[in-house]
């Protein structure tokens, strides 16, 4: 029972994370500019993200589910204002072709980013009632909870090392000047994101 709960988790976590959007842009920009140490850490605090609102869903806690989609358009609008700023800091970042070297601030820095503007989805939250009702994982018990959200996190987490390999792959064919161009890029479609979110605000 546990193993089928756990696997369960795994797909859900896999399938959440794999949908690029602006967090799977990001991830990939950073793998590229700063390394795969980098993008990795980066998304692991996306699948942290999963796993916090994965639990809340796992474990009916109406209080605070009904907060966030209650708060959904402060949570909208606060994402949407740092999506814009991490799009245009993107875009004007230098490029090197040398990996950057690994300090500790700056990797916590790059996973409480990360963390913190995949919280600001809420409706990540519905995602996972809804994908738990479908599986009838909602009547699971408090220790099965664990198990699944276990599940979430590692499936999250597989994901994001797989991209983060593959993307790593091409840096070393990159020049300096693709690299510009792929921070433009990417900090455009971030920035893209971080409006499309407003837009959401007023329908």
């Known amino acids: 029972m546990e193993i089928l709960v756990f696997l369960k988790g795994l797909v859900i976590g896999f399938s959440i994370a794999a949908p690029v959007g602006p967090i799977g842009v990001l991830v990939i920009k950073r793998t590229l500019s700063q390394g795969r140490i980098y993008g990795i850490v980066s998304g692991v605090g996306a699948a942290s993200a999963d796993a916090v609102y994965g639990l809340i869903a796992g474990l ?5 589910t009904n907060f966030f989609i209650g708060y959904q358009f402060w949570f909208h609008l606060a994402g949407g204002v740092f999506l ?18 690994v300090q500790r601030q700056h990797l916590l820095g790059d996973y409480a980013s990360v963390f913190l503007l995949t ?7 519905l995602s996972f009632i ?9 009547q699971v018990n408090e220790g099965s909870v664990v ?21 790593g792959l091409f840096k070393e064919a990159l020049k300096k000047q693709t690299l510009i161009w792929i921070n433009r890029l990417s900090g ?4 893209l994101f971080g409006i499309y979110s407003f837009w959401g605000l007023l329908h």
Not at 60 to 64: A, P, S, V, W
Not at 84 to 101: D, H, N, Q, V
Not at 119 to 125: A, D, E, F, G, S
Not at 147 to 167: A, E, N, P, R
């Open 188 to 191: 455009l479609i971030i920035f």
């Open 147 to 167: 198990t699944l959200v276990l599940g979430v996190f590692i499936g999250s987490g597989i994901w994001w090392l797989i991209l983060c390999f593959v993307v």
């Open 60 to 64: 009916g806690l109406t209080f605070i």
């Open 130 to 138: 809804g994908i738990f009702s479908g599986l009838g994982l909602t």
């Open 119 to 125: 919280l600001t989805n809420p409706m990540t939250i």
């Open 84 to 101: 814009c700023y991490l799009g245009i800091k993107t875009a004007i970042s230098k490029a090197s072709e040398i990996p950057a070297r």
